[in-house]
């Protein structure tokens, strides 16, 4: 959090802009889950894993270093590792979460401008949108 007030973080994990972290979880071919995050070190996110995920559970990530510690949690832990470009190896990919993020991005584009104090509730918005897709309205309105 530091590097990222004194604009010195990496690129990526929305530091260039201090972007607020947000942690994301998919279940494959199921719901998405979302939290934000103070930062996203190791222990915030074991923290959350252990609270949402079973342990003995496959867990898929990318490389990031907040995941390094997964395997001696009791999870089965595997990642793919986009800064060599590798984005699928076999079974193991993050295609579901990245395609969430993708569109809840262009989603909210369409607001044209979101205030910062209003911006947890249209994150739930997308995250809600995204989980029951698959109800037509008047199931939504009487859900």
């Known amino acids: 959090m530091r590097l990222r007030k004194l604009g010195l973080a990496k690129r990526g994990r929305g530091a260039k802009y201090l972007k607020q972290p947000v942690?994301?979880?998919?279940?494959?071919?199921?719901?998405?889950?979302?939290?934000?995050?103070?930062?996203?070190?190791?222990?915030?996110?074991?923290?959350?894993i252990k609270q949402k995920i079973k342990i003995k559970s496959k867990i898929y990530s990318d490389k990031w270093k907040g995941y390094a510690g997964l395997v001696g949690l009791g999870y089965?832990?595997?990642?793919?590792?986009?800064?060599?470009?590798?984005?699928?190896?076999?079974k193991v990919h993050i295609n579901g979460m990245e395609?969430?993020?993708?569109?809840?991005?262009t989603n909210m584009q369409s607001y044209k401008g979101i205030k910062k104090k209003n911006?947890?509730?249209?994150?739930?918005e997308m995250e809600f949108r995204y989980n029951y897709r698959d109800l037509n309205?008047?199931?939504l309105v009487n859900y």
């Open 99 to 105: 395609g969430f993020w993708g569109l809840s991005k």
């Open 23 to 48: 942690f994301g979880i998919y279940k494959r071919n199921g719901k998405v889950f979302l939290l934000p995050v103070p930062d996203t070190e190791r222990e915030h996110l074991e923290r959350i």
């Open 76 to 90: 089965i832990h595997s990642s793919v590792d986009h800064g060599k470009e590798e984005y699928v190896s076999g």
């Open 137 to 139: 309205h008047d199931e």
């Open 119 to 124: 911006w947890l509730y249209y994150l739930k």
